[in-house]
């Protein structure tokens, strides 16, 4: 890879400047921060990608400056409700949408839609329903541990190991609703139900198919995907890849079942009271995904790219260490690190903690091999200092010849 001179002078001189340096030199990492200057809490150098954990992701100025607006005003919040979602679905290509506290609660709402409708008194019974069509069937594969979501509504979850057991077990009488993971479909494995093959199922039975496709951004063209497929409910975050207020979510499909939803969730007295989202975040998720619906998706890969090629060639000429940059299937750049533990006697998980308790402390995904670095949470600049803080880690840790 080529790079320009003065960006690998750069990176050069920061490497060489790397034992010197002390935490003030090290500006928020090292602890101008406010969770450092308030709590003592070490903000974390990001080399991963928008996880909930750990902050989500970075919103944009406008989106701040939107919400701080919003916070000059009070409006009707059922009246916002329906306004936001109907430009939401606009966007995402449904009949309808409403906005969520975080895709938890899209998840829920979505199931509590599903097993109520607009029935008043089933609304009220719920998380505990007491008629027979409470199951929602989901194939082993494509559950994870956030489908507890649906069992929070108050369903039961049966869970199948393939397509014919899952199918044998669609009931009209007792089946209120399919369950599919969309992240099934970025490594596909044979068995494992299509997210097409769920719609399918569901429009041969009659059964509302729910896709969780929280996390499925990019590719941005997943924010229509699932309802073009004919999908009835599809649950994005409003954080992650929109860069929204990540306490908020989005529940977009059937017009029926978005206003069974909006029954249940607040200021309404139901399931969802909890699960409050106010209009400062509403207001910054509309901003947010109005903005992502008009980016240049290709020119922002190409900046997170930029970053992980720039990495992986500064991190080579460490001894027994490897840096690699591919393409994942998301469709964007990452850096593939492995060490050889004859050199760097540390093994996968122990570098990662080492890294995470270190100063500046560092976080990637990391496994028993090694590890991948990704660049799409990083603000300009900290491509540059986790170069600095790998470098200097895998040196350190290596034998002497």
Wanted: hydrophobic share 40%; glycine share 8%; with cysteine.
């Amino acid at each position: 890879m080529r790079f320009l001179r003065r960006e690998m002078f750069t990176a050069a001189a920061l490497l060489n400047w790397a034992p010197k340096l002390k935490a003030r030199d090290k500006g928020p990492y090292g602890g101008r921060s406010i969770y450092t200057r308030m709590l003592g809490i070490r903000p974390i150098v990001p080399c991963r990608g928008h996880t909930t954990a750990f902050g989500g992701s970075l919103m944009p100025e406008e989106v701040l400056r939107a919400m701080n607006e919003a916070n000059d005003y009070f409006v009707d919040l059922v009246e916002l409700q329906r306004a936001a979602g109907k430009r939401i679905a606009e966007i995402m290509k449904t009949e309808a949408a409403v906005v969520s506290a975080g895709s938890f609660s899209a998840m829920l709402l979505g199931c509590a839609a599903c097993l109520t409708g607009t029935d008043k008194q089933k609304i009220e019974a719920l998380p505990h329903p007491t008629w027979p069509k409470r199951e929602v069937l989901i194939q082993k594969a494509h559950r994870i541990y956030y489908d507890r979501a649906y069992r929070a509504a108050g369903a039961i979850v049966r869970e199948f190991e393939t397509k014919a057991e899952f199918e044998r077990a669609i009931n009209p009488e007792t089946t209120v609703m399919l369950a599919a993971l969309a992240s099934t479909e970025q490594n596909p494995k044979p068995g494992v139900m299509t997210v097409r093959e769920y719609v399918d199922l569901g429009k041969k039975h009659g059964i509302p198919v729910l896709v969780d496709a929280a996390s499925e951004l990019p590719p941005s063209t997943n924010m229509t995907r699932f309802a073009a497929m004919g999908a009835d409910l599809v649950v994005i975050s409003g954080g992650k890849g929109v860069l929204g207020p990540q306490s908020s979510g989005m529940l977009a499909g059937r017009k029926d079942l978005i206003e069974a939803a909006l029954m249940h969730s607040s200021p309404n007295p139901n399931i969802g009271r909890g699960m409050k989202v106010g209009k400062e975040e509403i207001i910054g998720l509309l901003v947010a995904l109005e903005r992502y619906h008009n980016l240049d998706h290709d020119s922002v890969q190409e900046s997170w790219n930029r970053k992980a090629r720039y990495m992986a060639e500064a991190l080579q000429g460490i001894p027994g260490f490897t840096a690699k940059y591919r393409i994942n299937p998301q469709g964007f750049g990452e850096v593939r690190i492995d060490w050889d533990r004859k050199v760097i006697p540390l093994g996968g998980k122990e570098a990662a903690t080492k890294l995470y308790d270190g100063d500046p402390r560092l976080m990637y995904y990391d496994d028993d091999e090694g590890g991948v670095l990704q660049t799409r949470s990083m603000k300009d600049g900290d491509e540059i200092l986790a170069v600095r803080i790998l470098a200097r880690f895998f040196r350190e840790n290596a034998r002497k010849a």
